[in-house]
């Protein structure tokens, strides 16, 4: 559509009732023949004397302007409320039919309630409704927005000397000036001490590991920005991340979303900030504490068997060492040490989040190692039970019982007894080992395991206390734990090259003096903290600015999480699953939490 420059003539239409007899009478000013009507005048007289373009474009209270508030930051338009002075705000696509609406909702003389219609009968015009609207084309940086409308409006006949009234419709072009102004919620987020609720994630584990658990919380915000769009802001600690909000439902909301991705405990406290008494109000601020599971994918723990006893336990699983298999909304584990006898459906069991913290926490689900300390085995040998998992004892030399997705038609775990050597030792010695994992459908002679070497190992002075008094007499100690198959080749180390920047950095921030020591060690640990916050928004996608945060830098940092998705497809699996939990957020949300929610905003 072009754009129309200046002021649009005015074009007026005469609309009288149908004429019962086809008498034509002159124009009382130009002359021109026209149908009878009450002012016995031709459109364009009256157009001359009723100009409806003045009547639109007056502003409230008599400005010349019409504005329309937008906010500059998140770029919503404010919709004008009847009941309180600020408006609610709104995002809107440009040109759009709901803009086009929030446009006429701006004009006074289409508000009755504005005094619009009070102006409008000063001047001899009746109440003014809308044909029909459209669009104008207007340069995009002009703030201005400009509207073509046709309009109908009941011109009194006692202005122009006749006994009636004239129905006129014209077409006219009214003009909105676009002006800044912050919404409330852009408002609080830059004003201090704003926020009502804070949400505290924790995962705190003392062996120092990855925390896989928070690592994939991070992945899956990343990719959902509905969940994120409520959180002020968010800052880094020890063990995991604070979240800000501005309500209390907003941080229940995120909390109860979170618990559906992993298992954890949720707690809520307040504190009470200020009251007044007089009017019987307070300002409290809530604490939504979120403490996860510990344990993580590929685990190896011991159950305690006095767990049951406090309301806990794994079942058949307790007093063995077991794997984690999964970490969802239950944790999955697995027997590290399965009789040949058993099925492989005795081997599994799942320990809902609530039993883990009342069976005693880490007490009676002790880490015995982490996958860090995983080593690399070459398989020699697999031969699978027969202990009910459709094995018959021959050893397992061809494809056809190997599991190759849901379509192979095979069970994907099956025990099996596995021979395998340490791959840093193949070739250089001779010892092998021998043990039954559940991995018998996955394994093939010449393949790479990771598992965990305890022979070799030396183990803490709790571990030992653990294996003497929280085992059973039945469990046997493996020489080796296997835990998955390995797809990937060995990973490239950059650790010379870490040494030499370090060591360029310890020569170039050399101090001279004990005060100037300290300042640089202060320096340094301000730096090392915002770099770890700005990291952690990056990757949860807080940060908007491309520019915002080194890419380089959360490449290096995610680079082992990356190699171990490519490797494991079951933990590429668990991450989709809880990007499609986290994106169900606005759909389980009822209008009974909105309206909540809006309540405890205004």
């Known amino acids: 559509m072009s754009a129309a420059s200046g002021s649009v003539a005015a074009v007026a239409t005469v609309v009288s009732p149908p004429a019962r007899t086809a008498i034509q009478i002159p124009c009382c000013l130009c002359g021109t023949m026209i149908h009878p009507n009450a002012a016995n005048q031709c459109g364009a007289c009256l ?59 701006h004009i006074p003389a289409l508000q009755h309630s504005k005094g619009g219609e009070q102006h409008a009968k000063s001047v001899g015009v009746g109440r003014i409704h809308v044909v029909d609207a459209m669009w104008v084309w207007t340069e995009p940086h002009s703030m201005r927005l400009k509207v073509r409308l046709m309009v109908r409006a ?74 994120r769009k409520n959180v002020l802001s968010m800052e880094t600690t020890r063990h995991g991340f604070d979240f800000y909000f501005l309500s209390l439902m907003h941080a229940k909301v995120f909390a109860s979303y979170l618990a559906k991705v992993c298992p954890m405990r949720i707690k809520t406290t307040q ?65 590290a040490s399965p009789a040949r006898s058993i099925s492989t459906e005795e081997a599994f069991a799942e320990v809902p989040a609530d039993k883990y913290w009342k069976g005693g926490e880490d007490k009676s689900y002790r880490i015995l190692f982490s996958s860090k300390r995983l080593c690399r085995f070459v398989v020699l040998d697999v031969e699978l039970c027969s202990g009910g998992n459709g094995g018959d004892g021959r050893h397992h030399d061809s494809e056809s019982q190997s599991y190759n997705g849901p379509q192979s038609g095979v069970g994907k775990y099956a025990l099996a007894d596995v021979e395998v050597a ?101 320096r340094k640990r ?43 497809p079951e933990l590429a699996r668990e991450l989709e699953r809880a990007e499609r939990e986290l994106a169900q957020v606005q759909q389980d949300l009822t209008p009974q939490q909105e309206d909540v929610i809006e309540s405890e905003e205004s």
């Not at 508030?69 to 609610?88: A, I, K, L, N, V």
């Not at 409330?184 to 062996?207: G, I, Y």
């Not at 998955?484 to 020569?507: M, R, W």
């Not at 990757?539 to 830098?553: I, V």
Request: glycine residues 8%; proline residues 2%; charged residues 30%.
């Open 154 to 227: 009941e011109v009194e006949g006692g202005g122009l000397g006749a006994g009636g009234g004239v129905t006129v419709q014209q077409r006219v072009m009214v003009e909105l000036v676009v002006k800044f102004k912050q919404c409330a919620e852009c408002n609080r987020e830059f004003t201090n001490r704003t926020w009502h609720a804070v949400v505290q994630l924790r995962q705190k584990r003392t062996d120092g590991a990855q925390r896989k658990g928070l690592i994939l919380l991070e992945t899956a915000l990343s990719k959902n920005a509905a969940v």
């Open 422 to 522: 340490r791959e840093a030792d193949f070739g250089q010695s001779d010892q092998t080992y021998r043990c039954v994992t559940h991995l018998g459908h996955l394994l093939q002679v010449g393949d790479i395991a990771l598992g965990y070497d305890l022979v070799n190992s030396v183990l803490p002075s709790d571990a030992e206390w653990s294996m003497e008094n929280s085992l059973n007499s039945s469990c046997v100690l493996p020489d080796v734990v296997l835990v998955k198959k390995c797809k990937g080749g060995a990973v490239e180390s950059n650790d010379g090259d870490d040494i030499e920047e370090t060591k360029e950095e310890k020569s170039k921030s050399r101090a001279k003096s004990s005060g100037s020591k300290r300042r640089e060690r202060r």
């Open 271 to 335: 504190k009470l900030v200020s009251s007044d008494v007089k009017n019987n109000t307070a300002n409290m601020k809530h604490t939504v504490s979120c403490d996860m599971v510990p344990l993580c994918r590929d685990d190896l723990i011991i159950v305690d068997k006095h767990a049951a006893h406090a309301g806990g336990g794994a079942g058949r699983l307790s007093g063995r060492m077991c794997l984690v298999n999964k970490v969802s909304s239950a944790i999955q584990l697995i027997d």
């Open 47 to 105: 157009a001359q004397q009723f100009d409806l373009k003045a009547v639109l474009q007056r502003g409230p209270g008599g400005a010349h302007d019409i504005s329309v508030h937008q906010c500059r930051r998140c770029r919503r338009y404010e919709r004008p409320s009847e009941s309180s002075s600020t408006g609610r705000y709104e995002y809107h696509e440009p040109e759009s039919p709901e803009l086009l609406a929030l446009c006429l909702k």
């Open 526 to 568: 301000e730096e090392k903290k915002m770099k770890a916050l700005e990291d952690a928004a990056a990757r949860m996608g807080f940060l908007e600015d491309d520019g915002a945060a080194d890419e380089s830098l959360i490449e290096n940092d995610r680079s082992a999480f990356k190699e171990e998705l490519v490797n494991d």
